[in-house]
């Protein structure tokens, strides 16, 4: 018996002969790796009979598959693309360490933060549209000492297909050197714990991530230069719902880099830009291993206790990458 399979995409119709071409081997392999059905069977029973088999012998079949829209789609919600979840805790890490205040003024400070963003992409003909909410909690000791704790919650919706991603996570920001010129360096590890999950693409894993980003800021004049470089380890736990065990076994060694620039205008208002790329290290293959961001900002100012920081800021980004990636970020933050 000849098993056939076809993807058909919620919302968008799907080319079954190249999705075919990238998978194939992989659903063929059921039959390859000992699945037989019942010749008499009916074709519902059919698929009945692979389900049970996958859930038992046949387990490593769905791993490949899984691996198999990594590595060759654009539309994973777990990795293999800049929408997905490694990717933006990846992004997360990142800004965690971008977003810290280091200042020269002494004092302690909490702030809370809510920084919305809404993302419109195309890749390889698909449109995404995400909406991300990180809720962060930061307690200055002192001006080279920091705790953070945040929450990253995402709404993403592939044509009609949509998905859903919540992870906490806790960080630490110590200063490392402050000179005299008033340079300063800064490192910041995290580490965050995480689900993703879509129903309509049949996808989900639960995975941890850890990092550590660097964070340089040199003053100059009205002037602000900031450099900043995270590397984050990001692996998949099974997931056990029911009695399917979810097939994602990936790891992945991924860095963020960027430079950015504040022009102060005022006392209360700072203008910028900044470029960062996002890159995949090493682990399992992306289709999409990197893209980059380029894009510019508003922040009004305030202080607290002679602590000057962003009470508000807005800045779109125009993002772009490989197989036609390209889209536009548009984040507005603050800060209480």
């Not at 799907?14 to 081997?25: G, H, K």
């Not at 899984?66 to 890490?93: E, M, Y």
């Not at 990180?134 to 995402?154: G, V």
Request: glycine share 8%; aromatic share 12%; proline share 4%.
């Amino acid at each position: 018996m000849t098993l056939h399979f076809c993807l058909d995409f919620p919302g968008k119709p799907t080319n079954c002969e190249t999705f075919t071409q990238q998978i194939s081997s992989t659903v063929n392999a059921a039959q390859a790796r000992g699945f037989k059905a019942d010749a008499t069977a009916s074709t519902e029973d059919v698929w009945d009979q692979l389900v049970e088999w996958l859930k038992g012998k046949g387990g490593n079949v769905l791993s490949d598959l899984a691996d198999a829209w990594v590595s060759h789609t654009s539309i994973d919600p777990v990795a293999g693309n800049p929408n997905s979840f490694f990717a933006r805790l990846t992004k997360n890490n990142f800004n965690l360490a971008t977003d810290g205040l280091l200042n020269s003024a002494e004092g302690s400070l909490n702030l809370f933060s809510l920084t919305p963003s809404y993302s419109d992409v195309t890749n390889n003909g698909f449109t995404v549209k995400e909406a991300t909410l990180p809720i962060k909690y930061t307690h200055y000791f002192n001006r080279n000492n920091a705790l953070i704790i945040d929450m990253p919650i995402n709404y993403q919706q592939i044509e009609q297909a949509t998905s859903y991603s919540l992870a906490l996570g806790l960080g630490y920001t110590h200063v490392m050197l402050r000179t005299p010129g008033k340079l300063v360096w800064a490192l910041t590890p995290s580490f965050h714990a995480g689900v993703v999950g879509s129903v309509d693409l049949g996808a989900g894993t639960m995975l941890y991530d850890t990092a550590i980003a660097s964070r340089v800021v040199l003053p100059y004049g009205h002037f602000t230069y900031g450099v900043t470089n995270d590397v984050s380890y990001l692996n998949t736990n099974k997931l056990k719902i029911c009695d399917i065990v979810t097939p994602y076994v990936m790891q992945n060694i991924t860095t963020q880099n960027g430079v950015d620039v504040t022009y102060a205008m005022n006392k209360h208002f700072t203008v910028g830009g900044y470029v960062s790329r996002f890159d995949v290290v090493s682990g399992i293959k992306w289709y999409i291993p990197s893209y980059n961001e380029i894009g510019f900002k508003l922040s009004k100012l305030t202080s607290h206790n002679s602590i000057i920081y962003n009470h508000f800021t807005g800045s779109i980004g125009y993002l772009f990458g490989a197989h036609e990636y390209q889209g536009v970020n548009v984040t507005m933050g603050v800060n209480f």
